[in-house]
C-alpha cells in the first residue's frame, strides 16, 4: 500500500512568512508524529497526534509552530515568522497506534533565506 | 537525560561485515530501532529487536542487544555499495522516539 506523503517535497521562504507542511499518513494509522532533522544531527521529536488531538506537543521549540490533524488523517505543520534557523528537513511518521513501529515519510526540506 | 550516541564514520570494502554500534540511556525502551536514511531521503525502517531480546537476525542483519551496558550493535554481512547510507539507532522511552546522530557507512568497491 501506500506510504507517508509528504507536500512539498521543498519549499524556499522568506525570513518572516509563514509556511505550511502537509503529511499524509499511511491509511488507518491514528498515530502521527512529526520530527525536525536539522544538517548532521538526527530527528527530533516536535509532536504527537493519536487521533485528531495533540496528545504530546513538547516538542515544539516555540508558539510560532502549530500543527493540526482535523479529521483525525492528513496533518499540517504550521510555521509562522519563519527565522533562518527553522531551516531543516521536517519528518512525519505514522503508526497503527502510540508505541508501535514508526514509518516516515520522504520529507519537506524549508529553506529560509 | 535522554541522549543516544553513535560513532559518526565507518568505512569498509565491499564484501567485507560492518559493525555499527550504539548506547542509549533509557532502560524503559521496548523496542529498540535501528533506521537507514540515503541522500535525500527519508527514514526507511531496517529492523528493531524487543527489549527482551538479546539478538535478532533478519538476513544480512544482526542486532545484539546488552541491556546490562545499554549498548545496541548493527551488523551487516556481505556490505554492498548500496548499503552506503546514515544510519541511526533509536530509543523509544515513550511515544516520540530518541535519535542518534547517525553513523555515516562508505562502502567502497
Keep these: 500500500g ?3 506523503s509528504q507536500t512539498p517535497s521543498n519549499k524556499v521562504t522568506e525570513k518572516g512568512k509563514y509556511v505550511e507542511l502537509r503529511c499524509d499518513p499511511i491509511s488507518g494509522h491514528t498515530a502521527l508524529y512529526w520530527y525536525r532533522q536539522s544538517l548532521g544531527q538526527g530527528p527530533e521529536f516536535l509532536i504527537y497526534f493519536q487521533g485528531t488531538g495533540a496528545a504530546d506537543d513538547s516538542g515544539l521549540p516555540n508558539d510560532r509552530f502549530f500543527a493540526v490533524r482535523p479529521e483525525g488523517s492528513v496533518s499540517t505543520l504550521k510555521i509562522q515568522r519563519t527565522e533562518r534557523g527553522d531551516s531543516a528537513v521536517y519528518l512525519c511518521a505514522s503508526s497503527t497506534s502510540s508505541k508501535d513501529t514508526q514509518y516516515f515519510g520522504p520529507g519537506t526540506r524549508l529553506t529560509v533565506l | 537525560g535522554e541522549d543516544v550516541e553513535q560513532s559518526l564514520f565507518l568505512s569498509v570494502r565491499e564484501g567485507d561485515s560492518s559493525v555499527i554500534n550504539c548506547t542509549y540511556t533509557d532502560s524503559s525502551s521496548t523496542y529498540l530501532y535501528w533506521y537507514k536514511q540515503e541522500p535525500g ?9 524487543f527489549s527482551n531480546m538479546d539478538m535478532k537476525q533478519d538476513q544480512r542483519l544482526t542486532v545484539l542487544l546488552n541491556k546490562k551496558d545499554k549498548h545496541l550493535s548493527l551488523r551487516i554481512a556481505d556490505t554492498q555499495t548500496g548499503d552506503s547510507a546514515i544510519y541511526f539507532c533509536a530509543e523509544s522511552p515513550g511515544t516520540a522516539l530518541i535519535f542518534g ?3 555515516t557507512l562508505s562502502v567502497s568497491s
Excluded: E, S
Excluded at chain 2, 527514514?43 to 528493531?48: A, E, G, I, V
Design chain 2, 101 to 103: 546522530k547517525g553513523t
Design chain 2, 41 to 49: 531521503a527519508g527514514l526507511q525502517l531496517l529492523t528493531y529487536i
Design chain 1, 2 to 4: 501506500a506510504g507517508v
